[in-house]
């Protein structure tokens, strides 16, 4: 059996103007795919899509609203492959005890990142390819809880279980997911290097990943025909500790 390959298909990455969706992106051109990809901002869109080069396009997305998600999908044509990791840092629920709990804050963490994700498998299903694959994100926190972050662990452990639905709904497509550890994205960009030291530097392999490294398992999980209902962990051993 020939060794897979995306040469020649067609991947989308919402999210993929920054962090690790562009270097999704970047990974899959290199494997001679050609890219779509979707943000929010019609200008780091473009942006990035120069930086990514030949093979690359993409347009606004605001994954807050479905009719902004159905044109953008529409708009793409039919496609292999489709890889969600947008998510809404600024929306993720902040530490603090269940008693203060503001559930209208809350429920606007769910907002990109699980819904954002469901609307656009949603509008995906009629172009997607019955050979093709959508992966989702994560997070470790989905394994590994902290103190006072019970939301997060349990919004990361929603993706997951659908991830487990879905590949069983949707097959033939396969549907997977990865779960990241501390992976030195933009939004890491302003945590002091003392602090991402000390958040890293018990791991099996102490240091923060490149986005460059989670991308290879996007990469897989959209080659690995006969992979579907997975996660992949790239957490430098975080679950080990």
Known sequence: ????????????VIGGSSGIGFAVAEAALAEGATVVIGSSREANVQAAAARLGAGASGSAVNVREEASVQA?????????????????????PAPGAIADLDFATADASLTVRFWGALMAI??????????????????????????????????????????????????????????????????????????????????????????????QAYIYLMRGGYTTGQVLVVDGGFMLI
């Open 1 to 12: 059996m020939p060794v897979p390959t995306l040469n020649g298909q067609r991947v989308v």
């Open 72 to 92: 953008f999908l529409e708009g793409g044509g039919s496609f292999d492959h489709l890889v969600f990791t947008a998510g809404d840092w600024a929306g993720n």
């Open 122 to 215: 949603k509008h995906a299903i009629p172009r997607i390819s019955a050979t093709g694959s959508i992966t989702l994100t994560d997070g470790v926190r989905a394994h590994r809880p902290a103190k006072g972050s019970p939301l997060s662990t349990a919004f990361g452990g929603a993706i997951e279980h659908l991830t487990l639905g879905l590949a069983v709904d949707l097959a033939p497509v396969r549907v997977n997911a990865v779960c990241p550890g501390v992976i030195l994205t933009e939004v890491w960009s302003t945590v002091p290097e003392e602090r991402l030291r000390r958040m890293t530097e018990r791991l099996p392999l102490p240091r923060p990943g490149d986005p460059a490294e989670v991308a």
